[in-house]
């Protein structure tokens, strides 16, 4: 009995093509595993119509996907994903966290994204408990906080974290901070899994922004055991000196009053922390 002919056209060999594969594998050694026909056109240094035919048989035989696939909020994309199936390539989950970092970084948005939360205390690996969730924060640089009283906690007044959509059975969340105040540029790294490079708030703020957001960090007990996690393999001495920095030039008397009084009983090695972060306060007014 006859055979159907398959519908999918394997990738063909040409100068060409091949050349349209270097520039994807480049690209994968960049940490960019999303781009549009026009943007292989010009990595590789090939025509329009010679890209798009050949992300087109790719996609046929599952080398690409359409980013909207992918990340469902894309919707209005037309750049594909080069998938874990093309030779060289990360794995799954770290082809979607590019991609949805892509996504995050669209244009006409303020601000630069990252990963945070629980998603970033993975990353660092002061989680001992996978994220349910994947949490990208924006971070805004035209609002400020208001002004506060004493010891008042100040709670984020922006929209409260919401299913964004749903990826490989977890429920990933897009949060937007109030202020670049929170997390200053410098308190972005970039983390790199499998040739990709991801940002993510810095260790420290992450733990500030944990001990603020315990339920988007897997609840209060998992994150006084980051706490816990990561002052046991520091030089206390040193890095308690930069979070007392950091509490006192990025936040107030309101956040890091409490916040002090919390590690210093939480966490062993952080005994007498209110002090010092007391006496960095008044440097810091000295100045």
């Not at 480049?26 to 292989?40: I, W, Y």
């Not at 894309?74 to 080069?82: D, E, G, I, N």
């Not at 349910?132 to 984020?156: A, C």
Request: include cysteine.
């Amino acid at each position: 009995m006859r055979q159907k002919k398959k519908n999918s056209r394997p990738l063909r060999t040409s100068p060409a093509q091949d050349l349209a594969r270097a520039a994807i594998t480049r690209l994968l050694a960049e940490g960019r595993c999303v781009v549009s026909a026009d943007q292989l056109a010009e990595a590789a240094n090939i025509s329009g119509t010679t890209a798009r035919a050949f992300i087109k048989a790719g996609r046929s035989v599952g080398l690409f996907q359409d980013l909207k696939e992918r990340i469902p909020v894309a919707t209005h994309s037309s750049h594909v994903v080069t998938t874990e199936k093309f030779p060289g390539a990360p794995t799954a989950d770290t082809i979607t966290l590019s991609a949805l970092m892509y996504v995050a970084h669209g244009t006409g948005v303020a601000g630069a994204a990252s990963f945070a939360y629980h998603t970033a205390l993975a990353l660092h690996g002061l989680s001992e408990v996978a994220p349910t969730g994947i949490y990208v924060i924006k971070i805004r640089h035209s609002i400020r906080p208001p002004s506060l009283p004493g010891d008042v906690i100040y709670e984020p007044k922006d929209r409260l974290p919401r299913e964004w959509m749903r990826l490989a059975d977890r429920q990933p969340v897009w949060l937007t901070l109030r202020s670049a105040d929170q997390v200053p540029n410098q308190d972005v790294v970039t983390v790199t899994r499998e040739q990709m490079p991801l940002p993510v708030t810095s260790e420290l703020r992450t733990l500030i922004d944990a001990w603020m957001h315990p339920g988007w960090c897997g609840g209060e007990d998992r994150v006084a055991d980051s706490w816990r996690m990561y002052w046991r393999k520091q030089n206390v001495a040193v890095r308690r000196a930069e979070l007392s920095a950091l509490l006192v030039g990025t936040t107030w008397p309101g956040l890091w009053r409490p916040l002090s009084r919390w590690a210093s009983e939480t966490v062993p090695a952080l005994d007498g922390f209110t002090e010092s972060t007391e006496r960095a306060a008044q440097r810091e007014q000295q100045q």
